[in-house]
């Protein structure tokens, strides 16, 4: 069995510390709250995304555009505008 780079074989084999033994509670719970913010992020997105989805009728709508008619008095098409003087 070998041993972690940087500790002697007596490091290695002694009881922790309370500080040691403490530090590696913390980083437990630490390790645990970051996994759970991830899910909660990971929900988070998943529920902007169904409302995206509801808010534009489930569809794409960038470059959508084949289907419709432009409008009457929009677009590149002067007939209709007045003279420019």
């Known amino acids: 069995m070998g041993t972690q780079a940087g500790m002697s074989e007596q490091e290695h084999l002694r009881e922790p510390t309370e500080a040691e033994s403490r530090l590696e509670h913390t980083t437990a719970e630490l390790d645990e709250r970051l996994e759970h913010l991830g899910d909660e992020l990971r929900h988070a997105e998943e529920l902007a995304a169904e409302h995206r989805r509801s808010a534009i009728g489930g569809e794409d709508v960038v470059g959508d555009w084949e289907d419709t008619k432009p409008s009457p008095m929009g677009g590149d098409d ?8």
Do not use: D, L, V
């Open 78 to 85: 002067p007939s209709g505008a007045p003279e420019r003087s």
